[in-house]
């Protein structure tokens, strides 16, 4: 009795040197007697005859701190080598803290981005693809301008259908597995289009419906994309280091846009564009194998641990230990009360949101937004060939640029944002200063674009337009969790559902316009004006303080 007393002594002593409590288990000098001894923290050193399991430290970021196997006989030498940490024996430390972000090694933050802005870049590849192949389909099947729009909208249709449900999927399956059916689904929906476009479809007379419905399949995978993004950045990476962690992410988004128009002139000269959707679509098989061994699955509950063997019930521990109750009493952690939430999170629906002005200022210019993003997407390789007479591959070379712009352009916004308030502006001087320079600026372009010819002032204008209103980025979509971060997930989707029908109209109107005009001039003219009456309304409306608790 003195032995093992004295054992249990030394194994607190060692224990107590540690900065977080831990979880003992090795082999005691009794093959079925546990011996229970508490810390001077939170846990218990637990010493057992069994051969423990293997367990790792995992936190609440997916982050592994130490993870070694204990390996009998107990003595001085290698008491030390046996310790098990475990995070969920720990207190959670307070959002954003100094240590939080010091655990969340950069390995652990590379494996939620890395991916996730590849599949973003998947993403987008696929969607722009569309608007280089729309060219040889078109003269393929004698499509006109207006059909041409319809087709290109067609991806629209499934991606605003997803928007609303997009975060709530997410919310409750987790990003990881919400991500991993979008990048499937996309990808076979990418796969199968030229299925629709055979032989048999077009004998039948179907063509249309069904190069709208695959392309509509298309936007109903990607369509989740975003939220699930959103989902993953907020539950796997701290406070301290998400704006860069979504920085990353909206550059491989719009990095798809760079490569996507990079790559299908070249395969459109190679492969056709049958073989320009087949290859982009295929290309979701090693991004999904990929994407499933490297992203962490989501943490377990705090608190919550997993052991091989079966759990003993405190009492009965207790009663088996050789180390006094007196001991056990004084050094065991007093039972934590749970304290009412003094700030309850009231329900608010979507109703509620909508009862708010500064919503319909971010609705409205997230459809002003959209209503200019989508038509510059699907239309300008149309515009440089049909307005400019260049050939495809140069039209795409030329929109590698304004795309490359806006890519740099997302990134810088949000360190402009934080450097102006750091210097003393309000959110709310922010949110109204970035996103009134990120519609004027384009407007203006515009104008210029719409009285020239010359693709050097062309290219120059469309790069202005995109470069300017990627500004945007710390304008209303950073005002979204402004206004209501409890429920930004919900808002986003929201003003998303307006902004992809934005893009529905837009994209087919431009269709109509340039069959019946022969001119994109109206098209330039018409968005230019809807960016100043937006900015109006932003001015008027928008708030940079907490309006949903």
């Known amino acids: 009795m003195i032995c093992r007393r004295a054992t249990a002594t030394l194994i607190m002593l060692l224990a107590s040197r540690g900065s977080v409590a831990c979880r003992l288990q090795r082999t005691a000098f009794l093959k079925d007697i546990r011996v229970l001894v508490p810390q001077h923290r939170t846990g ?62 950069a390995l652990a933050f590379f494996k939620i981005v890395g991916p996730t802005a590849l599949a973003l870049l998947l993403c987008n590849m696929d969607r722009i693809c569309m608007s280089v192949a729309i060219l040889p389909m078109a003269k393929e099947f004698g499509w006109p301008a207006s059909v041409q729009g319809l087709v290109q909208s067609g991806f629209l249709w499934g991606y605003m259908a997803t928007q609303m449900i997009g975060g709530s999927l997410a919310d409750k399956y987790g990003g990881r597995l919400v991500m991993a059916y979008s990048i499937f689904w996309f990808s076979l929906a990418s796969v199968l289009m ?28 990607e369509g989740v994309a975003l939220p699930a993004m959103n989902n993953l950045v907020a539950n796997n990476v701290p406070p301290a280091r998400r704006s860069t962690a979504l920085g990353g992410c909206f550059t491989g988004f719009h990095t798809g846009n760079l490569v996507g128009l990079f790559l299908s002139p070249l395969l459109l000269s190679k492969l056709g564009w049958r073989g320009l959707f087949f290859v982009f679509g295929a290309l979701g098989l090693p991004l999904l194998a990929a994407w499933l061994a490297i992203v962490p699955k989501p943490p377990q509950p705090m608190g919550v641990q997993k052991t091989e063997s079966p759990p003993v019930e405190p009492q009965s521990k207790i009663a088996m230990s050789p180390v006094p109750g007196e001991v056990l009493e ?7 009360q749970a304290t009412p939430d003094p700030h309850p999170v009231a329900k608010v629906g979507t109703l509620k949101l909508l009862s708010s002005k500064a919503t319909w200022a971010i609705i409205v210019v997230n459809f002003v937004n959209h209503w200019g993003y989508f038509i510059y997407l699907n239309w300008m390789p149309s515009y440089f060939v049909r307005a400019l007479g260049v050939d495809l591959r ?3 070379i030329l929109s590698f640029l304004p795309w490359t712009v806006m890519a740099v352009g997302s990134t810088s916004a949000g360190l402009l944002a934080d450097k102006l308030i750091k210097q003393g502006w309000s959110v709310t001087r922010v949110r109204k200063t970035l996103q009134t320079v990120a519609f004027l600026g384009p407007a203006l372009a515009l104008i210029i674009l719409a009285r020239s010819k010359d693709p050097r002032i062309a290219v120059a204008c469309m790069t202005c337009a995109l470069g300017i209103t990627s500004l945007g980025q710390a304008g209303f979509v950073a005002n979204m969790s402004d206004i209501a971060p409890r429920y930004a997930g919900r808002l986003f989707g929201l003003a998303n559902t307006f902004g992809s029908f934005a893009g529905i109209l837009g994209v087919s109107a431009v269709g109509f316009v340039v069959e019946k005009t022969g001119s994109f001039d109206p098209v330039f003219k018409l968005t230019a004006v809807m960016y100043i009456a937006a900015t109006v309304v932003w001015n008027l409306m928008c708030t940079g303080e907490r309006v949903f608790e």
């Open 44 to 105: 218990y050193l637990q010493i057992s005859r069994p051969r423990p399991p293997r367990i790792s430290l995992k936190t609440a970021y997916g982050a592994t701190r130490c993870s070694t196997r204990a390996k009998p006989p107990l003595n001085a030498n290698n008491c030390r080598s046996n310790i098990r940490c475990h995070a969920a024996s720990v207190p959670a430390a307070s959002p954003g803290s100094s240590s939080e972000a010091e655990e969340f090694t």
């Open 194 to 221: 030229p299925a629709a476009l055979s032989s048999p479809v077009a004998a039948a007379g179907w063509t249309l419906p069904a190069v709208m419905l695959a392309r509509g399949m298309v936007g109903l995978g």
């Open 330 to 336: 004084k050094a065991a952690p007093p039972a934590k």
């Open 394 to 396: 140069a039209s795409s």
